[in-house]
């Protein structure tokens, strides 16, 4: 099945009951048994709901894994992944990163004696240097948020897998429409699917996708133990998404393209963040391991003039100051106060989150619509 067929029918089949063409709404906590143990294949909700485990399906399909798993949300997703570890693990991860992820990794994991060390990976051979007897798991986005670097997932696969180490890929920017890392050698994809799988900014969830068994039951036994599970209204939300995942990709990469010329060449614009520039130091990996380059596109202020972005973030008429990404609606992010603020000042900068930094979610509404605002924003 190619993809644009496995968005609306992977995993899926009409509901066994009456033929819904939809996975009903399975709104239930418990299951009846005929006898102990006699049940139809589910027992109590938080080990499996029929809802979400069509989702669960839908996932695996989509990223060409075998196991999908459902969380409350991204970060109970990569929370999860991270009970695979033990105390004196360590973890090696791009500098680049998700401030929740960021927070989760250094506030919570740290004091439970996993240690974390944050690299720029953006030279992917020098990935290996860093590995020790200890590391575990390595841990990428690609496209990183909001910096939009470009990780090349077949070489850091190959390192991870000379050394036995876990690789997991965040492939939240780019959604396995422009990336599939499990087939690019990555172990584990994790998805934020608040933001394209969903695609429409009315849920919150996690995703985990993975080939192997045994981890997909070691996924498994941590998700039904720790019990960070979506529930059945959001799954049927996302399956919904993912059906029109495809043709939503398809006009957030053009419009993302239009937006990011257009940023390129204004003059009260300094730097423009976009795979897709010939001029992006990573635009080599980003052409072989990404179909097209997304909807997401950061920028900075000529002389990174804090005020000057305040205003145009307070300017913009169509795109909404918010913080998430990934909607039909454009939004645009002011990362240093907002979705990057629990990065201490210094790490944010040394990495490029500075404070005239925009990060824009690009949507599907008309082009000529999204840059003329942008163009009466700037001024
Ligand atoms: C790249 C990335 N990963 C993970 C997350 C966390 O996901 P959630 O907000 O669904 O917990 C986010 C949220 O913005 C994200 O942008």
């Known amino acids: 099945m190619k993809f644009n067929t496995k968005t609306i029918h992977g995993g899926q089949k009409p509901d066994a009951a009456y033929g819904a063409i939809m996975p009903p709404i399975y709104q239930t906590s418990t299951f009846a048994q005929s006898t102990p143990g006699g049940h139809?294949?589910?027992?109590?909700?938080?080990?499996?709901?029929?809802?979400?485990?069509?989702?669960?399906?839908?996932?695996?399909?989509?990223?060409?894994?075998?196991?999908?798993?459902?969380?409350?949300?991204?970060?109970?997703?990569?929370?999860?992944?991270?009970?695979?570890?033990?105390?004196?693990?360590e973890v090696l991860s791009t500098n680049d990163?998700?401030?929740?992820?960021?927070?989760?990794f250094t506030k919570i994991y740290e004091d439970f004696g996993i240690k974390f060390n944050f690299i720029g990976m953006q030279n992917a051979n020098h990935i290996e240097d860093y590995i020790t007897d200890s590391t575990k798991l390595i841990w990428v986005e690609t496209p990183t948020n909001p910096m939009m670097h470009i990780i090349d997932i077949v070489t850091t696969a190959n390192i991870a897998k000379k050394h036995k180490v876990l690789f997991a890929v965040d492939n939240t920017f780019a959604t396995p429409y422009l990336q599939q890392p499990l087939d690019l050698g990555a172990d584990i994809v994790m998805h934020s699917a608040t933001k394209y799988l969903g695609g429409h900014s009315d849920l919150v969830m996690g995703a985990l996708v993975v080939k192997d068994k045994e981890l997909a039951e070691r996924l498994y036994f941590i998700q039904n133990a720790s019990g960070a599970i979506c529930g059945p209204q959001d799954a049927f939300l996302a399956l919904r998404g993912i059906k029109t995942l495809h043709v939503r990709m398809q006009r957030h990469c053009e419009n993302g393209r239009a937006v990011a010329e257009y940023l390129d060449n204004h003059p009260k614009i300094e730097k423009v963040y976009w795979p897709g520039f010939k001029h992006h130091p990573n635009h080599a990996i980003a052409k072989t391991q990404m179909r097209d380059f997304g909807g997401m596109v950061s920028f900075t202020t000529k002389g990174n003039n804090y005020e000057a972005s305040i205003k145009i973030v307070e300017n913009l008429k169509i795109f909404t100051l918010a913080e998430s990404l990934g909607g039909v609606e454009s939004l645009a992010g002011h990362p240093a106060s907002m979705t990057h603020a629990s990065i201490p000042k210094k790490d944010r900068e040394k990495i490029g989150v500075v404070d005239s930094l925009i990060r824009?979610?690009?949507?599907?509404?008309?082009?000529?619509?999204?840059?003329?605002?942008?163009?009466?924003?700037?001024?």
Request: hydrophobic share 40%; aromatic share 8%.
């Open 360 to 379: 824009l979610s690009v949507g599907i509404e008309d082009e000529a619509d999204l840059i003329a605002d942008l163009k009466q924003a700037i001024g």
């Open 97 to 104: 990163l998700y401030s929740g992820t960021y927070r989760l």
């Open 40 to 89: 139809k294949g589910y027992e109590y909700a938080r080990s499996a709901n029929p809802t979400r485990h069509a989702l669960e399906e839908a996932f695996a399909s989509i990223e060409n894994g075998k196991f999908g798993l459902a969380f409350g949300s991204g970060l109970a997703a990569i929370d999860a992944v991270l009970k695979l570890l033990k105390p004196g693990d």
